[in-house]
């Protein structure tokens, strides 16, 4: 079982860009599909990006498609989310996660997640 911990998060202007990182302990990193969520207050935890344990297959919510990029390293066992032109509806706390598959991280079936790192966009 992997450990989740991630970083990043901050405040930025609307227009503005963010990169998110997570960090894995573990050794099964590469074996997990990965992704992103976030949740703002008083909403449920979204699903928006996710990326198969080879970085082959990719998945974006259609809210953050040709803004969001996910990618990892498994090398070096971490896993990111670049953000552009970020929008004041972007703000939520994102966490990170690991799972089998992209499908089942998009329908938010998840074998575990990290703590979470707040995104502010000001507008």
């Known amino acids: 079982q992997v450990q989740l911990v991630e970083s990043g998060g901050g405040l930025v202007q609307a227009g503005g860009s963010l990169r998110l990182s997570c960090a894995a302990s573990g050794r099964t990193f590469s074996s997990y599909a990965m992704g992103w969520f976030r949740q703002a207050p008083g909403v449920e935890r979204e699903f928006v990006a996710a990326l198969s344990w080879n970085g082959v297959v990719s998945q974006y919510a259609d809210s953050v498609k040709d803004r969001f990029t996910i990618s990892r390293d498994n090398g070096a066992n971490t896993v990111s989310l670049q953000m552009n032109s970020l929008k004041s509806e972007d703000t939520a706390v994102y966490y990170c996660?690991?799972?089998?598959?992209?499908?089942?991280?998009?329908?938010?079936?998840?074998?575990?997640w990290g703590q979470g790192t707040q995104v502010t966009v000001s507008s």
């Open positions: 996660a690991a799972g089998g598959d992209t499908n089942r991280l998009k329908k938010l079936i998840v074998a575990v």
